[in-house]
C-alpha cells in the first residue's frame, strides 16, 4: 500500500475517498486517552495540521499502545473517517499501527508544549519537529523557489559565483580565512608575515560576504544573471538581524540604471509576499495566532502600497527634524541604524521606502559616483519590523572613475584586475542589489529573531549543530 501524506490527503479527499484504506507514517504530537480508545495527534511534516488516529484499545497489544508517545514514530493502516470533532474535517481510525522508532518521554526534550524559542535554539537538531519551525521552514521553502521562478519567468540566469574567494567584495574586512596551512607553524615570508604562496590556493582566501563582483561579470554576458547562495560576515554583531552565515539573492542586469533597479526591488519583493499569501496561508495563520497579530494584514500593506522613494539627504532632515530620541545621534554622513531606519518606515511614511543617494564614505567602491562628488548611485529598501531588507547600487561603468575609486579606498588594482577589465572591454551601464533571503523569511514568518528563521544558525560562539 503506498503512504499519503497529510498534505495530500487533506487537499485532494472528497466524499468518496470516506471509508477507503489508507497508510500514513509520521511523527505522534500528542496522545490522549479515554475509556476505550487512544486519540493520536500525527504529523508528518508536510502541513501544518495534524491528523487525528483513532485507536480501539480491543484491537492493539498493550506493550505496542504503551509506546505511542510524543515524539515516536508511527505507520498507521486505517479508514479514513469523517471526523466528528470541531476543526478537523478527517480523522483515520487505526486497523494497525507500526512502530519505527519509541521516544521516551522522561528524556525527549519536546514532551510538553509551549518551549521558548531560545530553548529550542539549544536543540536546533529536534527543533523542525515543532509547529512553528515546520511553519518557518516550509515558508522559507516557498519563497526560495518563488525566488527562481521569478527570476526564471522574466529570462533571468541563475550564476553560481564561488564560496572561497581571494577579493573583499563589500570591503568591510569582515571575513573568515579558507587556509589548509598548520596555525601552530605557518610557512613565513622574510619579513616575518605567513607566506600564503604556499596555501592551497597560492594566495590569501576567504569565505565570500557577496556574489556581486562575480555577477557582475555574468550580467556583462548574459544581460541579466542573479546568484542565490550563502554569504559569509565575521563581523561580531549579535543583534537579531544579523548571521555570519546568510543567503543573498542578487541579481544583476546590464542596462539597467538607478531607477529601473528600485523597479525591480520594489515588483520582486511584492512578488515574494504575494507568493505567500498566496501559497503559504495555513502556516502564515499559524504564525499569525502564535507571534504577531497583525502579520497577514502587514504583508497586505507591502503588496498595497507604493514605496516612498526619497534620497538621503532628505532622509536624515526629517530624522534630525523627528524630535526623536535615538540611541545613536543622526547628522549627514553617519550610516543609518535600524532605529532610524524603522522610524522612517514606521511612524514617518507608514510604507516601505527607497533611500537613494548615500554618502560615498558609508559605501563600497563599485558604486556609481553621482554629479556632486560627495554621493553615490546606491538604494537601500527598508521594510516595518526589519529595518534594511535590500541593498543595492547603480555600478560604476567607467574605467578611469573606478580606478580612483578603489586608489581612494586602499584596494589594491592587483586583487581586482578581472574586475576592472570588465570596464576596459566593452563597459556598460548596469546596476544590481541584494536581498538578504534570512530578513526576508523574518518579515513573511513574523519571527523576530533572525536565528529562528534558518534550520542551523551561525552566530559568535556559535555552530554547534
Ligand atoms: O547591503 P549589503 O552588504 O550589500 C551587498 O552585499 C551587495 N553586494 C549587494 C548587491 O548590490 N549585489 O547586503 C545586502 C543585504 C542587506 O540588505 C541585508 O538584507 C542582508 O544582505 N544582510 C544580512 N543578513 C543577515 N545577516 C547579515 N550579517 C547581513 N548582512 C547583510
Ligand atoms: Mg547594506
Redo the contacts with the bound molecule.
Sequence with gaps: MKRVKIAELLKNSTAEDIGKDILLKGWVRTRRDSKNVVFIALNDGSIIHHIQIVADTEKFDEALLKDITTGSSIAVYGKLVESPGQGQSYEVYADKIELYGKSPADTYPLQKKGHSLEFLREIAHLRPRTNTFGAVLRIRHAMAYAIHKYFNDRGFYYLHTPIVTGSD??G?GAMFRVSTLDPKNPPLTEDGGVDYSQDFFGKETNLT????LE?ELGALALGEVYTFGP?F?A?N?NTP????E?W?I?P?MAFYDIVDDMDLAEDFLKYLVQYALDNCLDDLEFQQKMFNKQLIQQLEGIVKNKFKRLTYTEAVKILEKSGQKFEFPVSWGVDLQSEHERYLVEQHFKKPVILTDYPKDIK?FYMKMNEDNKTVRAM?VLFPRIG??????QREENMEKLQKRCKEMGIPEKDVWWYLETRKFGTVPHA?????F??LILFVTGMAN?RDVIPFPRTPKNAEF
Design positions: 567584495a563589500e568591510a560576504v557577496s556574489g556581486q555577477a554569504t560576515r563581523e554583531s538581524r544579523h548571521l555570519a546568510f543573498m542578487e544583476e563600497a537601500d534594511e531588507i535590500i541593498g543595492g547600487s544590481g542589489f541584494g536581498l538578504g534570512e530578513r533572525i
